[in-house]
């Protein structure tokens, strides 16, 4: 699996690409919940269910139909988000399916089962380039984690901290650009 930190940066920069005025801080916040919600099946292990269950690690909650699942509570709940139902409903989607992508570019494990309950199978992406994090502090803490972070550095975190760089100054380019042409239109030219 990659890393909490990694899996909570999607929302985030889904929220900076987006605009406050689209996605708030407290959906955002949410968000991030969401995108480390099923990771919440490795309290299968202590209940001694195997990995390869679809109620293993893995398992049903890393599908898309548990993302769907999650979106539409969320679009349900849109008086506690304060947002446009689809919105939410997308943001949360969006969250909660990087989480199951993420994993299934990792180079460990038995896959995610993104297709359940249709198919059982686990998969992985056509290139498993990001390091597996072990699973629990202990183990994380450990040279092994360090390569671990690294990976995600230089495969995600940088390339989706480029993204939200290009989005924004276009963003702010864009604004400029009307605030020039209106300068214009005011001053009659």
């Not at 089962?113 to 803490?141: C, H, M, T």
Request: aromatic share 12%; net charge positive; glycine share 8%.
């Amino acid at each position: 699996m990659a890393t909490i930190l990694t899996h909570a940066l999607i929302p985030v920069a889904l929220t900076v690409m987006a605009g406050r005025q689209h996605i708030s801080w407290h959906l955002c916040f949410w968000g991030c919940v969401a995108s480390i919600l099923p990771d919440a099946d490795v309290i299968a292990f202590q209940l001694g269910i195997p990995y390869q269950d679809i109620l293993g690690h893995r398992g049903f909650t890393h599908s898309f139909v548990f993302s769907f699942m999650v979106g539409l509570l969320g679009a349900m709940a849109r008086r506690y988000f304060q947002a446009k139902g689809l919105t939410i409903f997308l943001f949360l989607c969006v969250s909660v399916a990087s989480h199951a992508l993420l994993d299934a570019l990792t180079n460990g494990g038995l896959g995610v089962a993104l297709a359940w309950p249709i198919d059982d199978s686990r998969y992985f992406l056509p290139w498993q380039v990001i390091e597996v994090s072990p699973i629990g502090l202990k183990n994380f803490l450990t040279a092994r984690g360090a390569d671990v972070l690294y990976s995600e550095l230089r495969l995600v975190w940088l390339p989706v901290l480029a993204s939200v760089l290009v989005v924004v100054v276009a963003r702010l380019a864009w604004a400029w650009q009307r605030e020039m042409a209106r300068s214009r239109i005011d001053k009659g030219w």
